[in-house]
């Protein structure tokens, strides 16, 4: 079978755009609300995101531009063509939420994409040197943190009516 690598530079940059993309969304989220609590909630995340995109640019300037994520002939076409089109934030994603000031559907779309996020992480883990697993995991554990406050939050505004 034919192997076709991938290179670490360009899986991590498409990350660092995700991220750079998270960060707005986020942003984009707390200027829209008028609630003290849920700007200081989405500033959180933003600045979350943003930290997030530090370690990555990081691990990007430590890479020789090597490969260092194989995939099978077939695999690559599939995996990454899902994810160049459907990855958690996009540019499209963001410009159709622009208007969006609807809190609870705005955590909705918080959680479905904190999921995306935890999945394509533990995927690229998953295809990643052994060394480097120990970094993945700490980004998955935080993304993991978002999902749950972000699903606690969602449960208390439905409890309060809002």
Known sequence: ?????????????????????????YGRLADKTQSREYQSIFR?????????????????????????FDFGAGEYDRYFSSVAEGIVFTEEKLKQEEFMTDIPAALELAVRIEKESIELYSKLRDLTRPERHPLWERIIREEEKHLEQF????RDIAKRGE
């Open 1 to 25: 079978m034919e192997i076709k690598s991938f290179s670490s530079r360009e899986i991590l940059d498409l990350i660092i755009r995700v991220e750079e993309n998270g960060s707005r969304f």
């Open 44 to 68: 959180y995340f933003q600045e979350q995101e943003h930290q997030h995109k530090i370690i990555f640019e990081e691990m990007l300037a430590e890479i020789d531009n090597g490969n260092v």
């Open 151 to 154: 699903t606690r939050l969602k």
